[in-house]
């Protein structure tokens, strides 16, 4: 009977899908591939302006966030720490807003969303917070901070 049969003939033994650019049935699993051939865009990865718009336009959440931390850079090498650091924290924060407001952020968006906003705010408030309470002279003063280091630090 194997005789009988054309040479185009497949024999299929696994689940097949539809058949893929050569005609061939594919192998549908849901196992993850040993060796990945591409990584998918994250959600929210698209352009954040029409394609026809020149490469900044396109990019510009992620382009407002380096520059705020650009001035921020600037700003602390001018001897200006706690501004520095608080414009720095500022434009984290903002990249967090942004992700979570708009729809497509191009090349800010690294992660999910969730994770994108929430490293973003995590990152930002920590910053933000670290230039309040900074040395000598506190914008900030958190209580319990003060007497756990008190008893981290001994003299």
Not at 12 to 22: C, G, K
Not at 111 to 122: A, E, K, N, P, Q
């Amino acid at each position: 009977m194997s005789t009988d049969r054309e040479a185009n003939d497949i024999e299929v033994r696994d689940p097949i899908s539809a058949p893929d650019a050569d005609g061939r049935p594919r192998r549908t699993t849901r196992r993850f591939p040993l060796f990945t051939r591409d990584t998918a865009r994250p959600e929210g990865g698209g352009r954040a302006a029409p394609s026809d718009a020149p490469a900044p336009a396109r990019q510009w959440p992620i382009l407002a966030v380096l520059a705020t931390v650009a001035v921020g850079l600037l700003v602390i090498a001018t001897d200006q720490f706690r501004v520095g650091s608080l414009l720095i924290g500022a434009g984290l924060l903002a990249g967090g807003v942004l992700r979570w407001l708009l729809p497509d952020v191009g090349m800010l968006a690294v992660r999910s969303r969730f994770t994108d906003i929430v490293t973003y705010g995590v990152l930002g408030a920590a910053i933000a917070l670290l230039a309040l309470m900074a040395q000598p002279d506190p914008w900030l003063v958190i209580p319990f901070l003060k007497d756990a280091l008190h008893f981290t630090v001994s003299s």
